[in-house]
């Protein structure tokens, strides 16, 4: 353990110590959450009420990020507008106008959804350190309409994983290694390692993170939150570094159903500059209400199944135990649990769909910028950059990715590409995920997060995951070939809801029934690596 992390442990079991419940704190005199745990709601009464302001709110949260991010190196950058923005969102406030929920709440992004202000978005490299994009994507345009704060940049997975064969989830070449706060150096999951981290020990109150295949829901199961991946096409991808455009989507990082609600809410919704939103199938102001839809009794009567034949028999014991209590769990809550076994259990997906569309859509990205500064235009441009930038580790942290991608010799408009795409429609569709749930009259798969990701990344089917529970406080380290550790005391794990095509809906009321019983985030171990600055440090000041 580094010098660092040492000090901080110390400093946030003295915390515990004089919080004395680990989990809160005061305003001016005022019992208030910790900012590690807090929510939307919470927030929102604190400003209303006038506890607190934005601009408070943002210094705490900046404060935070610096107490820790040297060591967890969760956050590339820091929004050097956010205390003017919060200042502007404040006097709205006083003045008697709020735009939702969001209003005045500082929320970090992934580094690879552009914002057109001062902040880089770099997917983690030095090759677009310095770019420059025409427009806000539109995830910053929705999240600014909603109100919130944009108040930095997460760290991730190079290229959201899409570089090399021997990497580390979390790390970039931007950004270093982030690890998880559960355990020291803990491996965060990845690719929205940092987004995961920062929401999990509050460094903001939620963040975004993108998903092509696992990397919401993994980082999520990292650090105990609840993580959305959204229905390919109901959240736009404009401006957002891709790796493909089949699977892409963007979806919210939270520690509690209601809160990731509200933010996907806020981020849902057709754009004419993605023509995947097109296949949502209602008008924007019909799209469902999320938050209403949160209802402690949506799992009775719920068809819940399991797709027996393809759970992994190597999966960890710890987690399938978990996993068949929450079954049980389900069915006291009045759902109906069945087999749904999938007619292809291993759909053999190959590189082929994510290699072609990367060398097609980073070159249709790279061609977005108003500014350029290595006049990069394709993924041969980027690969010869990095191999040749000091700055990039290679070969350490190799291009096998990219290398494979180039081979191929096409990209997505091949007719090879497509005949590749349609097996995996078939994989993911009729044979996989969605026939089982047709065949059954499911309302949602459930599986455990480590072995959810590819059943619905390859058609683009939603996902929920939430926290199903933790490794024991006596469990031995298991470390990765970069020494990151995967398995050991209180490291967190979820359980995943998946669903049919567009059924966020119902997939996030049967989330929310589980939360309410089980309250594992609540219940479990916190974090070990915690800021221990609050609100009450930065109010009056
Ligand atoms: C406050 O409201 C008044 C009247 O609607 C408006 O003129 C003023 O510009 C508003 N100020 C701010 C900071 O929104
Ligand atoms: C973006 O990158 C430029 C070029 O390195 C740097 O000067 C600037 O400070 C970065 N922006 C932020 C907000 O860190
Ligand atoms: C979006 O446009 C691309 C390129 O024109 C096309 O290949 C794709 O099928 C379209 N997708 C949808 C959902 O319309
Ligand atoms: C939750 O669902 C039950 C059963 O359908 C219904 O009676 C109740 O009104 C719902 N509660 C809320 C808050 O919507
Ligand atoms: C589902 O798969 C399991 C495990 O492979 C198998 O034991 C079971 O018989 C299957 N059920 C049906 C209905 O095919
Ligand atoms: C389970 O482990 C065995 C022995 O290591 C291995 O041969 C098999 O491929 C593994 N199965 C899966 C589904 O990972
Ligand atoms: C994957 O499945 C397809 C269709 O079933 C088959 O043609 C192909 O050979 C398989 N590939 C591998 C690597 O097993
Ligand atoms: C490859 O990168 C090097 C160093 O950045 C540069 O000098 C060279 O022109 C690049 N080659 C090509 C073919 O772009
Ligand atoms: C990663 O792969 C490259 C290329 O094979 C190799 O040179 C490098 O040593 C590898 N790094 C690690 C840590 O395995
Ligand atoms: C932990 O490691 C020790 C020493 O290698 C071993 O004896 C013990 O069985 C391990 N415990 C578990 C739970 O794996
Ligand atoms: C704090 O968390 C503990 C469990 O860690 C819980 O029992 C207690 O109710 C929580 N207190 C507050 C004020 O939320
Ligand atoms: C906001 C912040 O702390 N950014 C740091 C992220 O990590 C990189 C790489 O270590 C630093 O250079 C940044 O200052």
Redesign the pocket.
């Known amino acids: 353990m580094t010098r660092l992390a040492r000090l901080l442990i110390a400093a946030s079991a003295a915390w515990l110590g004089f919080a004395g419940i680990g989990n809160c704190s005061t305003v001016k005199g005022v019992p208030f959450p910790s900012l590690t745990e807090v929510t939307i709601d919470d927030l929102e009464e604190g400003l209303s009420r006038g506890l607190f302001t934005s601009v408070d709110l943002v210094r705490a949260y900046l404060a935070r990020i610096e107490q820790v991010n040297p060591l967890l190196r969760a956050v590339n950058e820091v929004n050097p507008d956010a205390l003017d923005i919060a200042a502007e969102l404040d006097a709205m406030r006083a003045n008697g106008t709020t735009l939702g929920p969001l209003h005045g709440i500082p929320i970090l992004i992934k580094d690879n959804i552009a914002t057109a202000d001062k902040m880089n978005n770099t997917a983690g490299s030095f090759a677009l350190v310095g770019a420059k994009v025409p427009h806000d994507s539109t995830m910053a345009v929705k999240l600014r309409e909603a109100g919130a704060i944009i108040l930095g940049k997460a760290n991730l997975s190079q290229w959201a994983n899409y570089r090399s064969s021997n990497s580390s989830s979390g790390w970039s070449a931007y950004g270093g290694q982030a690890t998880g706060a559960y355990y020291p150096n803990e491996d965060p999951g990845g690719s929205s390692s940092g987004s995961g981290v920062a929401a999990s020990i509050g460094l903001c109150l939620a963040t975004l993170g993108t998903e092509t295949s696992g990397s919401i829901i993994s980082p999520s199961q990292k650090g105990s939150l609840v993580g959305i991946k959204p229905t390919v096409g109901l959240t736009s991808r404009y401006l957002v570094i891709p790796i493909s455009s089949h699977q892409d989507t963007i979806g919210p990082m939270a520690r509690t159903v209601k809160d990731a609600a509200i933010i996907l809410q806020a981020i849902a919704g057709h754009d004419p500059r993605d023509n995947y939103t097109s296949t949502i199938p209602w008008e924007d102001s019909k799209i469902p209400d999320y938050v209403s839809a949160l209802n402690v009794s949506s799992l009775s009567g719920a068809r819940i199944g399991i797709p027996y034949n393809t759970l992994n028999p190597n999966a960890s014991t710890v987690e399938m135990t978990a996993f068949w209590s929450a079954i049980d769990t389900m069915k006291s809550a009045g759902a109906t649990v069945v087999g749904a076994n999938f007619t292809v259990p291993s759909p053999n997906t190959t590189s082929i769909v994510l290699g072609a569309d990367f060398v097609s859509d980073l070159a249709v990205y790279l061609d977005s910028l108003s500014h350029n500064p290595y006049n990069l235009h394709t993924l041969e ?1 980027i690969r ?2 990095t191999q ?1 930038s000091s700055l990039e580790f290679f070969p350490d942290r190799d291009t096998a990715r990219w290398d494979g991608a180039l081979e191929l010799g096409y990209n997505n408009s091949d007719i090879r590409f497509w005949e590749e795409y349609q097996r995996n429609l078939y994989w993911g569709g009729e044979g996989g995920l969605l026939g089982a749930i047709e065949r059954n009259d499911l309302d949602a798969v459930v599986l455990p997060t480590s072995q959810a990701a590819a059943k619905a990344a390859i058609q683009g089917a939603p996902i929920v995951t939430l926290p199903l529970g933790y490794y024991p406080a006596t469990w031995n380290v298991t470390r990765n070939a970069r020494g990151l550790v995967q398995q050991g005391p209180n490291i967190p794990f979820g359980i995943s809801f998946l669903g049919g095509m567009f059924e966020e809906e119902k997939l996030l009321a049967l989330a929310y029934a589980f939360e309410q019983r089980t309250l594992v985030r609540k219940k479990g171990p916190r974090p070990v690596i915690v800021p221990n600055l609050e609100l009450g440090d930065f109010v009056g000041f």
């Open positions: 441009d010869n950059f040749n």
